[in-house]
């Protein structure tokens, strides 16, 4: 089991950045695959950014790519979503998910993910 802790969240003109983070506890971080998820209101959530257990491999949601940088330090139980260049419609509540793996999947089907964080609030205003 590993619980999550999402922060960084926060109201930001459009055009800024914010950096999200994700600080794992209980088993060994680098056993589990990692995905950043959103959710606005009166929609789905919806795929953002994953990466492997080790890092080596991440996918990203099209609408993010050139803006969004996903990363990982096993050593210091952590995952952050770098986002740079926000728009209106990033406006969502981020979510850092987490599972179990022995491969170097990256998974962005949020049904794959057991564990999540709270979410943390960004807003981008125009």
């Known amino acids: 089991q590993v619980e999550l802790v999402e922060s960084g969240g926060d109201l930001v003109q459009a055009g800024g950045s914010l950096r999200l983070s994700c600080t794992a506890s209980?088993?060994?971080?680098?056993?589990?695959?990692v995905g950043w998820f959103r959710q606005a209101p009166g929609k789905e959530r919806e795929f953002v950014a994953a990466t492997s257990k080790n890092g080596d491999y991440w996918l990203y949601r099209d609408s993010v790519k050139g803006r969004f940088t996903i990363s990982r330090d096993n050593a210091r139980n952590t995952a952050s979503l770098q986002m740079n260049s926000l728009k209106s419609e990033d406006t969502a509540v981020y979510y850092c998910a987490a599972e179990f793996t022995y491969t170097d999947l990256v998974q962005v089907d949020p049904r794959e993910y057991s564990y999540w964080g709270q979410g943390t609030q960004v807003t981008v205003s125009a």
């Open positions: 209980g088993r060994t971080f680098s056993h589990f695959r």
